[in-house]
């Protein structure tokens, strides 16, 4: 078993040593910068020369929730046509949004409110769940706090950030024992996006005799947002936009060929084209499980929260990544997997070098872009599909091995 890391590894929380700070630093900077400008250069300057596109008006995703909730009490149906939306964007939130927005008339000054408040929360909920770091994690972190990504986030208010915080708070919740509360977080955090319910693989850290008593009714209380949903749910699935530079995924690579191909004078299907990269992404998963599953990853107790986090980010990542097209907002569940990764890359461990490639590809996720340089969009995508891969890989290893008992 690794040695527990000295007292010096671990500073006291807020304390000048503590990393957190170096991580506060580049947000207090980007935030500076999104509400003051440059000098010389406007608000869609500033965020195009950070590697963001921009929509207006600012916070958009959350005027658009409240546009679709408008068009609701106005006795029209948001999911076919949101005609109070800035942008007139169709909705594709699950509906428990308009349940929440029925009764609620948000101005503009009130969505500046709600934008801060959520994107703090999220990111609040992070570094609490974080705990006190040195100031190498810290300025690491601090790197992967102000990429594209998250800029995206904050700038357009996106739930995604919501979802983030949420998560952050169950784990932290977890780590403390209050499972009630924390299951019940990660339940409300399905509901109102879907995607988490890949976060109750962590449920995989209790022992058998709970997993079989607490799991069913956790995945059920989750799972049970889908049939609620089911008539809305092709909606959901139709009025979500397709993108290629602020997204990733298995069909994201087609979406480029089909962009860049034809101008060399390459005539493809974009249809077979998004079934080949799906199969491949498809393969590319079967060939890590196996890779994964022969070796378990050596790991002490010292380790359990970053565990937890590592399993919650992953399984957001690698699931996203195999349903096709996510947006880069979800890609803040990187910064849930980051903790373990580093641990690992500092232990010497036959996953030494999977968690070290790890740490590096999720900075060639996050910051390469084509804003910067177009060459860029292929970096990030070699990286993506890399990532991906490794991140497999790693979170087979994690899994408890009856989960593979063979018959």
């Known amino acids: 078993m690794p040695a527990s890391p000295n007292a010096a590894d671990h500073p006291r929380a807020w304390s000048l040593r503590d990393g957190r700070w170096i991580i506060l630093g580049p947000l207090l900077v980007q935030l500076t910068l999104f509400f003051q400008f440059s000098p010389g250069l406007n608000y869609v300057q500033v965020a195009h020369r950070w590697g963001v596109l921009t929509l207006r008006p600012p916070f ?10 408008a068009t609701l009490r106005a006795g029209g149906n948001p999911y076919v046509v949101n005609a109070f939306d800035p942008l007139g964007r169709a909705y594709n939130y699950p509906p428990l949004w308009l349940y929440l927005s029925w009764h609620t008339t948000v101005s503009p000054g009130m969505i500046l409110i709600l934008a801060v408040a959520m994107g703090l929360f999220g990111l609040g909920a ?26 995206l986030a904050v700038q357009r208010a996106n739930a995604d950030i919501l979802m983030l915080g949420l998560v952050a708070l169950a784990l932290v919740w977890l780590r403390q024992g209050r499972r009630v509360a924390a299951y019940a977080c990660l ?7 879907l995607y988490p319910v890949f976060t109750l693989v962590v449920l995989l850290r209790e022992p058998w005799n709970r997993l079989r008593r607490v799991g069913p009714i956790v995945v059920l209380a989750g799972g049970l947002c889908f049939a609620v949903y089911a008539g809305d749910l092709g909606y959901i699935f139709a009025n979500t936009p397709v993108g290629g530079l602020h997204s990733y995924g298995a069909r994201v690579l087609a979406f480029w060929g089909n962009f860049f191909l034809p101008s060399y004078g390459w005539n493809v299907n974009p249809v077979l084209l998004g079934r080949v990269c799906s199969l491949a992404a498809v393969t590319l998963a079967l060939v890590a499980c196996r890779i994964g599953y022969e070796k378990k ?19 957001v990542y690698v699931s996203t990544f195999l349903l096709s097209v996510s947006f880069d907002y979800r890609l803040l569940f990187l910064l849930l997997v980051f903790p373990l990764l580093f641990s690992l890359s500092t232990r010497r461990t036959p996953s030494c070098g999977w968690a070290l490639a790890g740490l590096i590809l999720i900075f060639g996720v996050m910051w390469p872009n084509g804003l910067f340089w177009k060459p860029l969009i292929l970096v990030k995508e070699a990286s993506s599909w890399a990532l991906f891969f490794t991140l497999t890989v790693l979170l087979v290893r994690t899994l408890p091995r009856p989960l593979f008992a063979r018959a």
């Open 60 to 69: 958009s995703d959350l005027s658009f929730i409240a546009g679709a909730g």
């Open 126 to 151: 992070f570094v609490w769940y974080l705990g006190p770091v040195d100031w190498r994690r810290g300025l690491l972190l601090g790197a992967l706090a102000c990429s594209p990504p998250v800029v």
């Open 187 to 193: 339940v409300l955090a399905t509901w109102l996006k």
């Open 297 to 315: 990853l050596p790991l002490d107790s010292s380790l359990d929260s970053e565990l937890d986090g590592f399993r919650v980010g992953a399984a």
